[in-house]
């Protein structure tokens, strides 16, 4: 009896640690290039001027929306830069983008479940 408790407190943290990630990632607003070998030679010409390091860049994420003077630079072991764009400024990066809104609104309709399945099955087992 125990560890069906526990077991619903995990449950419960990790959908509800779920639909915060989600709605994070739903108003970050981001359009996401994957930096591969084919696009690392000239996304380090592209930055060069920035003044941020080109090394160890994982994936660029372009802002759209309300955040659309962001650039997004994701380097390995988590590390996150923003760098903001001025109205002149073009960056023209190559590469296949991608958004991450499907995963973000799979991932919290699947926590909003979750948390109702367990809603539903405290109120029967109080009574």
């Known amino acids: ?13 990790i959908s509800l ?15 996401f290039i994957n930096v591969n070998n084919e696009n690392r030679e000239i996304i380090k010409d592209t930055l060069k001027d920035s003044g941020i390091r080109t090394t160890g860049i994982r994936k660029i994420g372009i802002g759209q929306g309300w955040h659309r003077h962001s650039m997004y630079i ?13 109205e002149g400024s ?9 958004s991450m809104d499907l995963i973000a609104v799979i991932t ?10 367990i809603f539903i099955y405290e109120i029967k087992r109080k009574r």
């Open 1 to 13: 009896m125990k560890y069906k408790k526990y077991i619903i407190l995990v449950l419960l943290i």
């Open 74 to 86: 994701y380097y390995y072991f988590g590390t996150t830069k923003e760098l903001y764009i001025g």
């Open 108 to 117: 919290g309709c699947t926590s909003l479940l979750i948390l109702f399945i």
């Open 17 to 31: 640690f779920n639909l915060i990630w989600s709605f994070n990632i739903i108003i970050t607003e981001a359009r």
């Open 90 to 98: 073009k960056y023209n990066i190559p590469g296949e983008e991608y």
